[in-house]
């Protein structure tokens, strides 16, 4: 099964890289393994995110940059409101990342 990596640059991911990168430097973990625990990484997170999220969230803001490349959406909003069954939530500035999960399959 083939993954996207964009799970690398969320906050577990960042400090993910870091420890490994760590590990790596002081000799603890070599380079080829630290490689195979991100592959694992991403499989895991695009695993949890399919089978396990079941919540929706509606998304309004004002669309202050949108981009398409390499078949991948960024969308930047500003003033953005969060809406789910639960919360009600508002921040001055999100970044929307989105990818054609069909493409996991080719």
């Not at 760590?22 to 630290?34: K, Q």
């Not at 991403?42 to 079941?54: G, H």
Request: charged share 25%; net charge negative.
């Amino acid at each position: 099964m083939a993954t996207f990596e964009l799970y690398r640059r969320s906050s577990i991911g960042m400090c993910l890289t870091e420890t490994l990168d760590e590990m790596v430097s002081s000799g603890t973990l070599s380079p080829e393994l630290a490689i195979q625990v991100l592959m694992q990484f991403d499989k895991s997170m695009t695993d949890a995110l399919e089978t396990q999220v079941k919540n929706k969230v509606s998304i309004k803001g004002h669309l202050h940059t949108y981009r398409f490349c390499d078949n991948v959406w960024t969308f930047i909003l500003q003033d953005a409101v969060f809406k789910s069954e639960d919360c009600h939530d508002q921040v001055k500035r999100v970044k929307i990342v989105a990818c054609d999960s069909k493409l996991l399959t080719q």
